[in-house]
């Protein structure tokens, strides 16, 4: 079965500063894909990027962009220039058998102003 | 696009009793999912629908809980005889196939 590790259960950083978000998994499957999910305060998950495990350029969306390292089992998000809209919890997924996402315990982030 | 639409946003009920949750996909997508969230946690899989087929459920998924999504639209969560470790947040998603999932709000089951 697929795993999912976040190890940084909080962080907080000042807005306008540059954040790393930590994730590791455990797959079998030779082709997979990884994403980070959003989930602010009371409101509802929202998809922040996608990577497929195939592709070896690392994902990329206007602030967040992830370091994508395949072989060491590797997901980590970065977040440019943080804004306090940033603040909420993050969770690292796998998408397992093209059917089910398998979710990280999270990682509850603070944008401070 | 309207989105992921669950119906609803929160539910209290007392133990014993059976609670109905229903969630409409995104028109077009085929495939809809449902997880559940306790506090602090990531959301678990509980089951997914291809059209109007269940083709997978977790083994969190008792006796108690049953899924339909009749005609391949809609999807209805029951759960029979709530017990107190029931309470938490029930996701919906949807997706086209092998595509990313969008959520709706979820709802928020308490059982006192």
């Known amino acids: 079965a697929q795993t999912v590790t976040q190890s940084q259960p909080e962080m907080s950083v000042q807005e306008a500063e540059t954040v790393t978000l930590s994730c590791t998994y455990d797959?079998?499957?030779?082709?997979?894909?990884l994403f980070w999910y959003k989930q602010p305060p009371s409101r509802q998950m929202i998809l922040v990027i996608r990577?497929?495990?195939?592709?070896?350029q690392n994902a990329t969306e206007n602030r967040f962009s992830v370091n994508f390292q395949k072989a060491a089992k590797s997901f980590s998000l970065k977040i440019s220039d943080s804004q306090l809209g940033d603040t909420a919890m993050y969770f690292c997924?796998?998408?397992?058998?093209?059917?089910?996402?398998?979710f990280g315990q999270g990682t509850r982030l603070t944008i401070n102003p | 696009d309207t989105g992921v639409s669950q119906d609803p946003r929160h539910k209290i009920t007392k133990r014993g009793q059976n609670v109905t949750f229903r969630c409409d996909p995104i028109?077009?997508?085929?495939?809809l999912y449902w997880y559940r969230q306790t506090l602090g946690q990531g959301p678990e899989f509980l089951t997914y629908?291809?059209?109007?087929?269940?083709?997978?459920k977790s083994r969190l998924l008792s006796d108690r809980f049953s899924a339909e999504r009749p005609k391949g639209s809609f999807s209805t969560l029951e759960i029979q005889r709530t017990e107190q470790g029931d309470s938490a947040m029930y996701l919906c998603?949807?997706?086209?196939?092998?595509?990313?999932?969008?959520f709706g709000p979820g709802t928020r089951l308490t059982v006192t």
């Open positions: 998603a949807s997706s086209l196939e092998f595509a990313e999932q969008y």
């Open positions: 797959t079998s499957e030779s082709n997979y894909y």
């Open positions: 990577q497929e495990a195939y592709k070896q």
């Open positions: 997924a796998s998408l397992q058998g093209a059917q089910k996402l398998v």
């Open positions: 028109s077009e997508h085929n495939r």
């Open positions: 629908f291809q059209n109007e087929a269940q083709l997978e």
